[in-house]
């Protein structure tokens, strides 16, 4: 290969890098999906978004299993685990309240 081919070869290819550099360097906007799961009416719904919207979205809660053997244990290890193992700064008063709520609406 001629050594001029080979210039302008190397030339094309850092021509295309620094072009998707530049592409890369817009600033970008995002726009986040839709929520596509909403927390289900019932008692204490307000305390239930103030405290488990910040980390995850609904989806994580209504997607876990249903039936006679997920109920107030159940729920009260998940908020627990929760708050030990996730860190979530939920008031220890609050979790009865939360219980209450996903025990209702599961
Ligand atoms: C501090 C952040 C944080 C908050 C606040 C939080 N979660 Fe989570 N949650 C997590 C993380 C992290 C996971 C695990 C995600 C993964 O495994 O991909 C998770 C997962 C879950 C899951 C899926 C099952 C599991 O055990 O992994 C459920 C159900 C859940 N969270 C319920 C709740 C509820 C109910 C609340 C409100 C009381 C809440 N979360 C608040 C961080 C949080």
């Known amino acids: 290969m001629q050594t001029s081919k ?17 592409l890369q360097a817009r600033p970008m906007a995002y726009k986040l999906p839709e929520e596509t799961v909403q927390f289900p009416p019932g008692p204490n719904l307000e305390v239930v978004q103030a405290n488990c919207t910040a980390c995850h979205s609904a989806d994580y809660i209504k997607t876990q299993p249903q039936g006679p053997k997920f109920k107030q244990d159940f729920w009260t290890a998940e908020v627990n685990k ?12 609050d979790v009865g309240k939360i219980v209450e709520y996903l025990v209702a609406v599961h």
């Open 6 to 22: 080979i210039i302008a070869l190397v030339t094309g290819a850092v021509a295309i890098v620094v072009a998707a550099g530049a």
């Open 82 to 93: 929760m708050i030990k193992v996730y860190g979530a700064p939920i008031d220890q008063s």
